[in-house]
């Protein structure tokens, strides 16, 4: 009977190594996540410019959290699926890939309202000022 060795990080260091590779995975290899991370800055430029208060920028920065999570995790649930199932399709792994791309939307749809709720005030300040 062969032994199986459990693996663990040795320290708090190799953890964080471990963590800091596998998010350089999804950067590199994940589109969407890419996209995301543009978003992000696009959304952070327009809250200095619209100083938002650090309340809104608690919601802002929440959001933008889950959205990178939802998508993090994702890619983890579908390389555990393809790794599952080799190439071979499996109704069980298409919903389990399925239901962790639905987390992505749904996040990305929360971040939208926060989005809204945040920048709603100040978009429409804005407006009022720029007409005559």
């Known amino acids: 009977m062969s032994r199986r060795r459990r693996f663990r ?5 190799h953890s964080l190594r471990y963590a800091v590779a596998g998010l350089d995975y999804v950067v590199r290899t994940q589109r969407n996540f890419r996209i995301h ?3 992000a800055a696009c959304v952070a430029l327009a809250g200095v410019l619209t100083r938002l208060s ?8 929440l959001a933008i959290g889950l959205v990178w999570t939802a998508e993090i ?3 983890a649930i579908e390389a555990l699926g393809d790794l599952y199932t080799e190439g071979e399709f499996s109704l069980m792994a298409k919903i389990a890939k399925d239901a ?3 987390a992505c939307l749904v996040s990305a ?3 939208v309202v926060v989005g809204a709720l945040a920048f709603g005030p ?4 804005w407006l009022r000022l ?3």
Do not use: C, D, K, Q
Not at 54 to 61: A, L
Not at 122 to 125: D, E, K, V, Y
């Open 9 to 13: 990080a040795r320290t708090f260091w």
């Open 37 to 39: 991370l543009a978003l």
């Open 54 to 61: 650090p309340i809104e920028w608690m919601g802002v920065t």
């Open 73 to 75: 995790l994702n890619t």
């Open 100 to 102: 962790a791309a639905s």
């Open 109 to 111: 749809l929360t971040a």
């Open 122 to 125: 100040h978009l429409a300040a």
């Open 130 to 132: 720029s007409i005559p």
